[in-house]
């Protein structure tokens, strides 16, 4: 059973102003704090915490509710990186074409234009490294939302 949303939010906020810095030169998100972000953003890094969970489960780690925040025990090897952030660009990718969004250049989120809406096969390697980033938080998340994480026996 997941906690309630305030830790969700504060999640997502966390995870924003840790990786604006990282956000590719053409995001208007790149120097805007959560606080000040749309809420279809705000949205967006709420599912991205969520999804945290489904992509530790789809690498065939045990996740278990406990409902209490901890500190995380595992570290994810390169490999499941590497797989979790194939995972998690595609489930950005199908959020983002439900959304309206549509591949192109340059990049216009008021026109709903993103370069990165691509196969994984596609993505240069600094667009790769930022799925990277965020799946590499997904131990952290889990715990954080009350789940512990650990490797089959």
């Given at each position: 059973m997941?906690?309630?949303d305030?830790?969700?939010?504060?999640?997502?906020?966390?995870?924003?102003?840790?990786?604006?810095?990282?956000?590719?030169?053409?995001?208007?998100?790149?120097?805007?704090?959560?606080?000040?972000?749309?809420?279809?953003?705000?949205?967006?890094?709420?599912?991205?915490?969520?999804?945290?969970?489904?992509h530790?489960?789809?690498?065939g780690?045990?996740?278990?509710?406990?409902?209490?925040?901890?500190?995380?025990?595992?570290e994810?090897?390169?490999?499941?990186v590497?797989?979790?952030?194939?995972?998690?660009?595609?489930?950005?990718?199908?959020?983002k074409?439900?959304?309206?969004?549509?591949?192109?250049?340059?990049r216009?989120d008021?026109?709903?234009?993103?370069?990165d809406?691509?196969?994984?096969?596609?993505l240069?390697?600094?667009?790769?490294?930022?799925?990277?980033?965020?799946v590499?938080?997904?131990?952290?998340?889990a715990?954080?939302?009350?789940?512990?994480?650990?490797?089959?026996?």
């Amino acid at each position: 059973m997941p906690l309630p949303d305030p830790p969700v939010e504060a999640l997502a906020a966390w995870m924003h102003e840790r990786l604006r810095d990282r956000l590719d030169t053409g995001s208007p998100w790149r120097r805007t704090a959560y606080a000040d972000l749309p809420e279809e953003i705000k949205a967006a890094n709420r599912e991205q915490v969520l999804a945290a969970v489904d992509h530790l489960r789809s690498l065939g780690l045990r996740v278990e509710a406990t409902g209490t925040p901890h500190d995380p025990v595992i570290e994810l090897t390169a490999e499941e990186v590497d797989a979790a952030a194939r995972a998690e660009h595609e489930r950005w990718v199908a959020a983002k074409t439900a959304a309206g969004y549509r591949h192109g250049r340059p990049r216009d989120d008021g026109a709903r234009v993103h370069p990165d809406l691509e196969p994984w096969e596609a993505l240069d390697e600094a667009t790769r490294d930022r799925d990277r980033d965020r799946v590499r938080m997904a131990p952290f998340l889990a715990a954080r939302l009350g789940y512990s994480v650990s490797r089959p026996a």
